[in-house]
């Protein structure tokens, strides 16, 4: 990578280009949405409501008047929801017609463990299984050439994960941080480099690659009420977080930086990569476990009832 500080202004010309990004109503992922449209980028911009789906469009307006943006209704942690979504993308824009799909929308630490619709637990729903649901969905609507993307927003509290079989669910127990959300980030970042890995084997020139914002100010943090989580957030706030849009650095460069590379892992540069620019971020041996990849991969295809074979669709 370049020794410059990457920022906002070297995103290329997105001017042609589509893209689907969850949670681009709040936070980084709101950022995010903001940046590619100013690029040219149409974004499609699914929120929970209609009316957080057409605020996000408004606030975007205000700074791009001419973006293309369209508002549209999903909710991750319903696996309904993740097919009718995906069923109104394809019917509105059918074939091969997706540049860029951003797994972005994220819950984190539920204070209490909570289950969705579809009666899985509420964090590895919304985090990992609806987004593995929703990139499978879309799949077929990827375009088969270089410049195609799929990034995937995971987390620090990645490192700290461990993806446990016998408590997929927290059945067994629930710790909301350093269990539940640890482990569906972990989750991404395993089915982040698994589907690089899957996409290399089927010589599919689409890329898959993921991001995590450090530690960024967003509404993520307001569900947090554990005392030791608030102490810490309380210390290392002034000091060592960034800003939404300083968050979403790491997840523009894995979408549209050319100096981004396949299956690569972006967090922000800085002390213990919670704040700073971008650059490559570190990637612990259980997130490049292939053998862990691959039983998650099938179990999620189970839970999901989502069939996942990136080598059906072949390069033009
Ligand atoms: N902020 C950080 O320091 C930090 C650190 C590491 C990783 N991350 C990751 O960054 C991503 C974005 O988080 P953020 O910090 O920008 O938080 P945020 O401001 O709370 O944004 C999260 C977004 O996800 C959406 N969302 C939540 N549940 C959803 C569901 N069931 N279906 C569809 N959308 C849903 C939210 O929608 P609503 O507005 O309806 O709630 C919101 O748009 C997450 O994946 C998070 O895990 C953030």
Redesign the pocket.
């Given at each position: 990578m370049s020794k410059t500080p990457w920022t906002a202004s070297q995103i290329p010309s997105q001017a042609g280009r589509r893209v689907v990004i969850?949670?681009?109503?709040?936070?980084?992922?709101?950022h995010a949405a903001l940046e590619l449209a100013r690029r040219g980028a149409e974004v499609i911009l699914?929120?929970?409501?209609e009316a957080?789906a057409d605020d996000?469009v408004r606030r975007i307006r205000q700074q791009v008047p001419d973006a293309k943006v369209l508002p549209a209704i999903?909710?991750?942690?319903?696996l309904a929801?993740v097919r009718a979504f995906a069923s109104f993308y394809a019917e509105r824009f059918a074939g091969a017609s997706l540049d860029l799909h951003i797994?972005?929308?994220?819950?984190?630490a539920l204070p209490t463990r909570e289950l969705?619709v579809d009666g899985y637990e509420?964090q590895f729903?919304?985090?990992y299984l609806?987004p593995f649901a929703l990139t499978a969905l879309l799949f077929p609507n990827l375009k088969a050439q270089a410049g195609t993307r799929v990034v995937t927003?995971?987390?620090?509290?990645a490192n700290f994960g461990k993806i446990d079989f016998n408590n997929l669910q927290s059945e067994a127990s629930y710790s909301p941080m350093w269990g539940a959300?640890a482990q569906?980030?972990l989750a991404?970042l395993i089915f982040a480099r698994a589907l690089q890995r899957r996409l290399t084997a089927a010589r599919s020139p689409i890329i898959s690659t993921s991001a995590?914002?450090?530690?960024?100010?967003?509404?993520?943090?307001?569900n947090t009420n554990g005392f030791i989580l608030k102490l810490m957030m309380a210390i290392l706030s002034p000091l060592l977080?960034q800003d939404?849009a300083g968050?979403?650095l790491p997840?523009l460069l894995a979408a549209a930086s050319p100096e981004a590379t396949p299956g690569g892992y972006y967090g922000p540069g800085g002390f213990q990569e919670l704040k700073g620019p971008p650059v490559p971020a570190k990637i612990t041996p259980a997130a490049n476990d292939t053998v862990l990849a691959d039983r998650l991969w099938s179990a999620t295809e189970q839970l999901t009832g989502v069939k996942f074979d990136v080598s059906a669709i072949r390069p033009l």
């Open positions: 969850t949670g681009g109503n709040s936070g980084i992922g709101f699914p929120a929970r409501s957080k996000a999903l909710d991750l942690a319903s929801s797994n972005n929308a994220g819950v984190m969705t509420r729903a919304t985090n609806g927003v995971a987390s620090s509290a959300y569906s980030k991404d995590h914002p450090g530690y960024a100010i967003t509404n993520l943090q307001a977080s939404a968050g979403a997840t």
